[in-house]
């Protein structure tokens, strides 16, 4: 039919013209296609992004919580330990201020003036060791040794709890 058109046009030129036509209607269709599996992975891609924020967001609650409940526990650890470093600080000090008070140890203002030299040995004690100190450092030791036997419990407490301890 084409050639009764087109008679200059030979019959491999009508067959070209076909063969490209139908070349384009196959390209055609592998380019609907490849748009078709671009929207599809495009689509995929959106749900996987979706996907790890919500991945995201769940982890990031649970460590939120975590991090809550460490506090929390925590400060439950604190408290007892300030209790407790409270009730020993009161028998300590109790203790000190049940001791009798003495003005100066025996041998003290003898040898007071003579540098470097000893207190004479005492029967029931260290001799020239004997450390008198004053009734408030005796206060101030009795408060530092309850906090340091609460703290030194408090920390066993975390070991043994199996909480993160730096080193």
């Given at each position: ?64 919580a975590q991090l809550g409940r460490l506090a929390a ?36 203002a003898a040898h007071s003036a003579l540098p470097g ?5 005492r029967a029931d004690g260290p001799g020239a060791d ?38």
């Open positions: 039919m084409l050639l009764r058109f087109a008679p200059q046009l030979g019959l491999a030129s009508l067959i070209v013209i076909a063969m490209l036509g139908a070349a384009l209607k196959i390209q055609a269709t592998r380019l609907d296609k490849a748009k078709a599996a671009l929207a599809a992975s495009t689509a995929a891609h959106a749900r996987d992004i979706a996907t790890v924020r919500a991945a995201q967001d769940r982890a990031n609650a649970d460590w939120q526990a925590q400060r439950r650890q604190k408290d007892d330990t300030d209790r407790k470093a409270d009730t020993a600080t009161i028998l300590y000090r109790d203790r000190v201020l049940r001791l009798p008070g003495r003005a100066t140890a025996e041998g003290i030299a000893g207190l004479p040995p004997t450390l008198i100190l004053a009734r408030a450092d005796a206060l101030i030791c009795a408060e530092n040794s309850a906090r340091l036997a609460a703290a030194h419990d408090w920390a066993k407490g975390l070991i043994s709890d199996g909480s993160p301890v730096s080193p």
